[in-house]
């Protein structure tokens, strides 16, 4: 099956910082997203985006659909920025099991 | 317009009793898939189901996992006899559709098993 790797897996930031996370995947897909899981456990859907580039706020992402990578961009951290972001992936054609990656922990220090 | 509802948020059961979490899709949504975060990893595939059908369970364990979602009513992901290893928590999304390009997955908020 489909392989999603995500990179860095833990990461530290001080407040203000700007970070770069970073998905791969190992087939084509049909779509791509990006969830944030606060420390409470809630998975926060940030991004549906199967291909181009979105901007909301301070968070963007990029997807490369033909070389198999997506980005998700964070500005400004803010403490509020800090818990879990997952990559998520559907498969290709015919697909509906919606793959995830095992995440990168982010903690942002006051 | 209300998401995903799961409920109970949490859940404590003791060895050897039964587990039932309930999940509510968004309002026009007919397909729902449930998954299992175990500590400190990611989400795992378990069941996939439209109203009345089961369309794939693969993800989930052979014995003591059953999943259903009624014509009328929540779906519910039924564990009997828990055991500790089933300390989890337990999310479920819906879609409009599914491997479509244009629709993405909403998911609950999760229902936080705990086995005693």
């Known amino acids: 099956g489909i392989q999603v790797e995500q990179s860095p897996p833990d990461l530290i930031l001080q407040e203000g910082a700007n970070s770069t996370l970073r998905c791969n995947f190992s087939?084509?897909?049909?779509?791509l997203q990006w969830f944030h899981q606060n420390p409470w456990g809630q998975l926060i859907n940030l991004f549906y985006i199967p291909s181009g580039t979105k901007q909301n706020g301070r968070l963007s992402a990029t997807t490369v659909a033909t070389e198999r990578y997506s980005l998700l961009y964070i500005s400004s951290s803010q403490t509020t920025d800090s818990g879990v972001y997952f990559c998520a992936v559907l498969q290709g054609t015919g697909g509906f099991k919606t793959i995830f990656g095992a995440g990168t922990r982010l903690f942002v220090k006051a | 317009n209300a998401g995903v509802m799961q409920n109970p948020r949490h859940l404590v059961r003791r060895r050897g009793q039964e587990a039932r979490l309930r999940c509510s899709p968004m309002?026009?949504?007919?397909?729902v898939y449930w998954y299992r975060q175990l500590p400190e990893e990611g989400l795992k595939f378990m069941v996939y189901l439209q109203k009345e059908n089961i369309i794939d369970e693969s993800g989930m364990p052979k014995e003591r996992f059953s999943a259903e979602f009624p014509k009328e009513g929540p779906s519910i992901l039924r564990i009997q006899q828990v055991v500790r290893g089933d300390s989890a928590a337990y999310f479920c999304?819906?879609?409009?559709?599914?491997?479509?390009?244009?629709?993405?997955?909403?998911f609950g908020s999760g229902t936080r098993l705990t086995v005693v």
């Open positions: 999304a819906s879609s409009e559709a599914s491997g479509s390009r244009n629709y993405g997955y909403t």
């Open positions: 309002k026009g949504h007919s397909h």
């Open positions: 087939d084509s897909v049909n779509n």
